[in-house]
C-alpha cells in the first residue's frame, strides 16, 4: 500500500490506541460508559483536524505540490479538491477552536485567506470559542484583531451585557473546573450524541475530509 495512503487511512486507529493508553493513565477519558468503537462528535473534530493539516501540509510543500500537479499522490487529491481560496466565518464564537481551525485548514494555502468575525460575550454554544487563548491554542498563527467601538447600541447597555456575560461565564467555567479535564465528562455535559469509531474508519479519506464529519455523525 502507498506509505501516505497507509498514514492517512490508519490515523483513526491510531487515535483508537492514545485514546486506550491516556484512558490507562487516568488523563482525559472516563473510565467507562462507552465502547471501543463509540466516539463523541468531539473527538471527530480532532481527527478531522489532523486528517486536514497533515494533507494541506503536504500540498503546501513544493516538490510534493509539483508531483501532485503531475497526477502523484492521488491521496491528496479529496484535500485539494477542498480548497477555496477565499473562507470567511460569521458568528465564528459559536464553534469550538477545533472547528475553526478545520475550517482555517481549507483556504488553499497559496492565499491562506481566512476571516472569522464573531462575539465571545454572543456566543450560544456551549462548546463555542470563549477567549482568543483558546483560538490561539489550537491555531498560533491566528491574527486575532478586536473591535472596541460598538455601533449597535449605546454605551450602557453595552456596559450592561458585559456584566451579565461575565457573571454567566464566571459560573459556568466553576462547574467545569476539576483536577483533570476529562473530554468524556465534558462531552457527556453536552448531552452530545457518540459516534461509533468505525464510521469514521470507513471514510478517510477515500470520501473526503469534509465528508468525514457529516458521515459519522450521521451514523449516531
Known sequence: MNPMRRYFDRMPLRYRRFRRERQGEGWWYRDGGYGAQDLNPLEVDVILLALMRGMRGLLADRRIAREFAQGGHATLKTMHDLFRTQVAVDEATDFSPVRLACMAALSDPAANAFVACGDFNQRITAWGSRSEGELKWVAPNFDVRSINISYRHSK???????????????????????????????????????VPLCAVNCVVPRTGCHSLQTTALATA
Open 156 to 194: 450602557q447597555l453595552n456596559e450592561l451585557a458585559r456584566k451579565i456575560a461575565f457573571r454567566f461565564t464566571r459560573r459556568a467555567c466553576s462547574r467545569m473546573t476539576g483536577k483533570r479535564s476529562r473530554l468524556g465528562q465534558y462531552a457527556n455535559s453536552l448531552k452530545m450524541p457518540q
